[in-house]
């Protein structure tokens, strides 16, 4: 079992920009990628990379204002948000697989079996 750690949530205005990071401990994993939720919403995919060719890949909603990247060859990811608006208000969940994955699947929940415990950000207007 993968455990992983999420930091770097909180409150933050209209336009702002928030760094989110996620480090993976206990077993080697293959990709890492972010979630969010918000409130009564079903969860949404925001980004991903696998190690294998470096492929990311970001959701609809975020392109052109967020980026993942990985932290040099360490099992850890970071989310870079920028031009925050209150509809990315929500909970922000890291997940990783140790299964090797192609890039088709990398925005699918079931592709990774490993979840943190999500970390809130908060946009206000």
């Known amino acids: 079992q993968v455990q992983l750690v999420e930091s770097g949530g909180g409150l933050v205005q209209t336009g702002d920009s928030l760094r989110l990071s996620c480090a993976a401990a206990?077993?080697?994993?293959?990709?890492m990628a972010w979630f969010r939720q918000a409130p009564g919403k079903e969860r949404e995919f925001v980004a991903a990379t696998r190690w294998r060719g470096g492929n990311t890949i970001l959701g609809k909603s975020v392109k052109g204002r967020f980026s993942i990247s990985r932290t040099g060859a360490e099992d850890a990811v970071s989310l870079q948000m920028n031009n925050l608006r209150p509809e990315d208000t929500a909970i922000y969940y890291c997940?990783?697989?140790?299964?090797?994955?192609?890039?088709?699947?990398?925005?699918?929940?079931?592709?990774?079996?490993?979840w943190g415990q999500g970390t809130q950000v908060t946009v206000s207007s």
């Open positions: 206990g077993r080697k994993v293959n990709a």
């Open positions: 997940a990783a697989t140790v299964r090797s994955v192609i890039v088709s699947a990398l925005g699918d929940q079931v592709t990774y079996e490993d």
